[in-house]
C-alpha cells in the first residue's frame, strides 16, 4: 500500500504505453468482469500496441500516477470525446477517476469546449454519474463477436 494516495495527473509520455495498457487488462479481467461475462472479457480486453501508441500520441493523454506507478489514464478528442478512462482496480474508489475527469474538464473550458461525452461500461456508469455526466441513452455495441451494454453519458459545460 502506498502512503499518499493522492495521484499526480501529468500528461502521458510514449514511455507510459506498456503501463496504460497494463492498467486496462486489470481494470476489465477483474473489475469489468464483475458486469460482464467472460467471452465479452476476452473480447474486449485485446489492445493493439500499435493503434494504441498512435491514439495516445494523437490527442492529449493524462495519466494518474500514485507512488510512481500509473493508477489510471483519461483523453479527450478535440471535439469533447472522452474515449478511454480505465482505473487499475489496486487503486480504485479513491478519487482517481474523479482527478481524471476533474482535469479533463478543465481541458475542455480552455479550449472552449460546451460538453463532453463518452460512451460508458456498465462498471464506469457511477463514477461518471458522480462526476455530473448525465445518461444521454443506452447502447448496445458488438465488439469482437460480443454484444456489450453501455451508454452514451454527456456534461454540459455551459
Not at 493522492?6 to 476489465?28: H, K, M, Q, S
Not at 493508477?71 to 474523479?98: C, K, N, S, W
Request: proline content about 6%.
Amino acid at each position: 500500500m502506498v502512503a499518499d494516495m493522492t495521484p499526480i495527473i501529468r500528461l502521458y509520455r510514449p514511455d507510459d504505453l506498456d503501463g496504460l495498457i497494463a492498467v486496462f487488462l486489470a481494470a476489465i479481467r477483474q473489475t469489468a468482469s464483475k458486469d460482464y461475462m467472460p467471452a465479452q472479457i476476452d473480447a474486449w480486453a485485446r489492445p493493439d500496441r500499435a493503434i494504441w501508441a498512435e491514439r495516445r500520441a494523437s490527442r492529449p493523454t493524462w495519466v494518474a500516477e500514485i507512488g510512481g506507478r500509473p493508477a489510471g489514464f483519461t483523453d479527450l478528442e478535440p471535439d469533447g470525446h472522452i474515449d478511454m478512462l480505465y482505473v487499475h482496480p489496486e487503486f480504485q474508489r479513491q478519487g482517481v477517476a474523479a482527478h481524471l475527469l476533474d482535469r479533463v474538464e478543465s481541458s475542455a473550458r480552455l479550449q472552449g469546449l460546451q460538453s463532453i461525452y463518452s460512451e460508458v461500461s456498465l462498471t464506469a456508469r457511477p463514477a461518471f454519474e458522480k462526476a455530473g455526466f448525465a445518461v444521454v441513452a443506452p447502447e448496445r455495441v458488438l465488439r469482437n463477436g460480443q454484444w456489450f451494454d453501455r451508454f452514451r453519458v454527456e456534461k454540459r459545460l455551459g
